[in-house]
Structures are given as C-alpha cells and as structure tokens.
C-alpha cells in the first residue's frame, strides 16, 4: 500500500513540477535608433545593442523579437550572444544565389518553435519564424540567465543604410516552486520505498 501511495503521489507532483514556468520580457533600454552601420555611408557593424538581465535563473526556452527599419535586409548578418559567449545567428543571405530586394524586420520574433523558417519568409517579416537553418535558439537553453545580452548587427554591403527600433529577449525559465516539487517527490519516494532486512 505505501508504495501504492508512493506511486500516486509522483504521477500527481512531478508533472506538474515539469511543466511549472513562467516567461520573463526584458527590452533593450540603451540608446534607441542605433545606426547600422555604426558609421554612416559606409559598411560593417552597428555598435551592439545590450540588455542586462538582473535575474539568475535557468533559461529552458528563449525567443528573440527584433524592429529594424533598413534600406536591404539582405545585406544584414544578425546574432544573439548571451552573457557566457554563446552566439547564435538568426539570419543571414548568401551573395551567390539568395539575393532579394526587400527593407525592414517589423516586429519579428525569432522562435525555434515557429512552423516557418527566416529564409523562406518575406519582409517585413512580421510574425514568428525559426532562425536561419543550422542555428538554433536552443544553443541557450540550460545558461544562466544574469548578465549582459548582445545583439549584434552586420551590414556586409555599402550604399544600404538603417537603425534599430527595438530588441527584446522573451526568456522561459522553471517556476521556484519546481525545484521544491521535485525534491518533495524525491523524499517520498525514499520515504516510501521498501526497506528489507536481513
């Protein structure tokens, strides 16, 4: 019967202590229309639009959400580097045989999740989409969420021009109250499992 009761008692508390999470925001809040390029009239990088995360927690899913107003798209190189060096890339176009004539990321939201892939979507991109094949945001997953974030934009081609409206993080972390679950259903488990003596 203990055991029984044992049993019952983990099939109710660790689901729920496995699908138990919450999801955080945070907005870039630096200085707002970032040229890209940095330098106008010219190619290369945007200076780095930066979000620090004050909370220390796990990161079990994380999704990207961008607003850029550009002249090409095409020319733009864009990554996502959390706070421990890990880089992702969310899109980028070969020169060789996916050129395309297009202006604008307006509220795309980068997600591993989504049904469509980047490349095969059109600008201005409005909607969820996985990022550039290869790449995924689940590189992420299991970091730490505390420190700085870096958005991280290239523009490979002279004559285009743009700026950054907006970037935010939309970070998936476990509630507090899951690790307490699951180290209830532990206990139990020892506190019910049978004892045999010699």
């Not at 880089?87 to 509220?107: A, P, R, T």
């Amino acid at each position: 019967m203990r055991g029984g009761a044992a049993i019952l008692i983990i099939v109710i508390v660790i689901p729920f202590a496995v699908f138990a999470s919450r999801t955080n925001i945070y907005s870039y809040g630096g200085d707002f229309d970032l040229p890209i390029p940095a330098q106008q009239n010219s190619l290369g990088w945007m200076d780095d639009a930066v979000i620090e995360i004050p909370d220390c927690h796990i990161i079990t899913d994380l999704d990207v959400k961008i607003s850029v107003k550009h002249t090409s798209i095409f020319d733009l190189q864009i990554f996502l580097q959390s706070p421990s060096g890990t880089i992702v890339c969310l899109n980028k176009y070969s020169f060789v045989d996916e050129f395309f004539v297009g202006e604008n990321y307006i509220n795309t939201i980068f997600d591993d999740e989504a049904e469509l892939n980047i490349k095969k979507a059109k600008s201005p991109f409005t909607g969820r989409f996985k990022p550039i094949k290869r790449y995924k945001l689940s590189a992420f997953d299991g970091e730490q969420a505390i420190g700085l974030w870096r958005l991280k934009i290239n523009d490979r081609w002279h004559f285009d021009s743009g700026e950054l409206e907006s970037f935010e993080l939309m970070i998936t972390n476990p509630e507090p109250a899951t690790v307490l679950l699951l180290i209830l259903g532990l206990a139990l488990v020892m506190a019910f499992r049978p004892h045999h003596t010699a």
